[in-house]
Nanobody, 123 residues
Framework: VQLQASGGGLVQAGGCLRL?????????????MGWFRQAPGKEREFVAG???????RYADSVKGRFTISRDNDKNTVYLQMNSLKPEDAAVYYC??????????????????WGQGTQVTVSS
């Protein structure tokens, strides 16, 4: 599976962005999909994930502000980010996990990674 993330950019605090991650291949629906982020000087952290049965899971820091969804017909997973804060600024990565049934929060739960898209939030 190859993943291509897009949609990042510069936004003011309180604004919104929608990230997209397009996947190649015919088996997209069989993967758990996740979004992670990494800010400068910090470790990569789980943001949100959606299972094959569209169950979702979120980091506490983004609950109520971010929404993950998937469109299996388009082989795409989305991350709608609302009420953005400066601390949300990071490179966002999408990931696909083929060996898990539920949404994992560890990077090691995922087999494939996109190249990352930069999100910058100005205060």
């Amino acid at each position: 599976v190859q993943l291509q993330a897009s949609g990042g950019g510069l936004v003011q605090a309180g604004g919104c962005l929608r990230l997209s991650c397009a996947a190649s291949g015919r088996t997209f629906s069989s993967y758990v999909m996740g979004w992670f982020r990494q800010a400068p000087g910090k470790e990569r952290e789980f943001v949100a994930g959606v299972s094959k049965s569209t169950n979702t899971r979120y980091a506490d820091s983004v609950k109520g502000r971010f929404t993950i969804s998937r469109d299996n017909d388009k082989n795409t997973v989305y991350l709608q980010m609302n009420s953005l804060k400066p601390e949300d600024a990071a490179v966002y990565y999408c990931a696909a996990g083929g060996g898990i049934l539920w949404v994992g929060v560890r990077g090691s739960d995922y087999n494939y990674w996109g190249q990352g898209t930069q999100v910058t939030v100005s205060s």
